[in-house]
């Protein structure tokens, strides 16, 4: 019982795929068509039929009971044995009649032969008369209170040549020959026939008619729809003044209002939110261009006490060293949220060059003093068009992030993949928690809470990946099957598709207003300190 309950479930999940495929207009059509069609041959069937059996009925029966009298009237004159003759003469007389049928008369003659007697013996012989029909036709039934006469008419329907024909027989009762009529149902077929090309004409009005009303039924209630959808997409494209024009006071229309007022309020919301994040993006900028002219001061101040530490009294050297340190890590924190805000404005540019990717990660390691602690993998001579500064910025951060969280060696690999420049870089450390791995690339996470401070600024991998981005490549983190966090960069070989002329000589201006202190600020400079890369404790335990 169960595979057989399955299929209809199988055929609506069939149908209901099917017509996934289909646009709703024509799937309204579809419907409206499959409705018309069902309504309109159910219709024209029952018409059909009901009017076939009335015809067939209607000349059955009065051929039928013109026979009925005709085979009493002409065969009652005839003597008890006739002649051939006189068996042709009646059935002559039988067959002259308003319904032009046949007529076969048989019975025994004075010869004490049979005559088979046809009004037409070419056409109506007794050969044509069902054995069947013969068999109830001879049949005497006996005589009794629901039956008042031993012989009976019987008739049936046959195809002679591809031409239907009415069959009818009986005896006669009291004695005396037993007759046929053959009547040809040729005209009650062309009848019928025309009747069913007008049903299927009418039919396949209907369906038109149907189409019509669907396509009507379609443009009121679709175009309304199709209008929602247009502004939901213009909606989600950032046109937040997108409105619709309401009309009437239906379904519709209310959706439409209430598409409106939604529109209006994440209007509002977005204005305010957008407001809001323009007022922080102002404040960080303001405050870090604030903060650059005492830090400059306070910087120059540090390094002087740096100079002269062992100069100093034992018990205030440490703290000397600590406003030395925490000097430096305010420096790197404004570098980078100055950083940050040129992403978040959409000001950084890319200065392009023709880069040696080999030498130039070797130059990233060297002017920080980490050739002992890093293995580099690179073949010389490849060479990708992009920024040096900012893939020193993207390396220094990577790198540095696994020196100072992961475990030596960190090691360094250079390879392409087709039109991709492709940069691993990996450590030996415990590698990243998998609930971390979302979060590494995120501004100031922390992977454990109990460690809100660090020395970086907590923006080294989210500068990384900006700068990644802004080259048209990527940054993915994940854990080495053999231990230890991998990083793996992707840039493309050539990124100058990415960038116009004019886009080109506005990084030029950029640069030379902010890249001068692009190395010591996001790599550490040269003293080998790391202090610059921005890589907190986010996205390690």
Partial sequence: MSAVSDKPGRARGWAAGLLRWFSLRLRLMLVFGLVALTAAVSASAIAYWLNRDAVLTRTQDAALDEFRKALKDDTDPLPSVPTCSELREAAGRMADNTQKYEVLLITRTKDAGSCPAASDKDLFTLDVVPSSLRRAVDQKRPVGKGNTSPYHLYWQRITLGGTPYLVGGAKVNGGGPTGYLLKSLDTERQDLNSLAWSLGIATGLALIGAALLAQAAAATVLRPVQRLGEAAHRLGEGHLDTRLQVSGSDELANLSHTFNRAAERLQKRVAELSGREASSRRFVADMSHELRTPLTAITAVTEVLEEEADSLDPMIAPAVQLVVSETRRLNDLVENLME???????????????????????????????????????????????????????????????????????????????????????????????????????????????????????????????????????????????????????????????????????????????????????????????????RDEEGRP
């Fill in 340 to 534: 940050v805000t040129r992403f978040d404005a959409g000001t950084a540019r890319l200065v392009l060059d023709d880069v040696d990717v080999a030498d130039q990660v070797t130059a990233c390691i060297d002017a920080r003093a980490w050739l002992d602690a890093v293995e580099l993998d690179a073949a010389r001579g490849i060479v990708a068009r992009l920024d040096p500064r900012r893939l020193d910025v993207i390396l220094a951060n990577l790198i540095g992030n696994a020196l100072k969280h992961g475990g030596s060696p960190v090691r360094v690999s250079v390879r392409t993949d087709g039109d991709e420049l492709l940069i691993k870089v990996r450590d030996h450390g415990p590698g990243i928690p998998e609930d971390v791995l979302p979060h590494v690339f995120d501004r100031f996470y922390k992977a454990s809470a109990s460690r809100p401070r660090s020395e970086g600024s907590g923006l080294g991998l989210s500068i990384a990946m900006e700068n990644a981005h802004i080259h048209g490549g990527d940054i993915s983190a994940a854990n080495s099957p053999e231990g230890g966090a991998v990083f793996t960069l992707r840039l493309p070989m050539d990124t100058s598709r990415t960038a116009s002329d004019e886009a080109e000589d506005e990084r030029d201006h950029d640069h030379d207003r902010d890249g001068s202190s692009g190395g010591d600020r996001d790599g550490g400079g040269s003293k080998g300190k790391g202090t610059g890369t921005g």
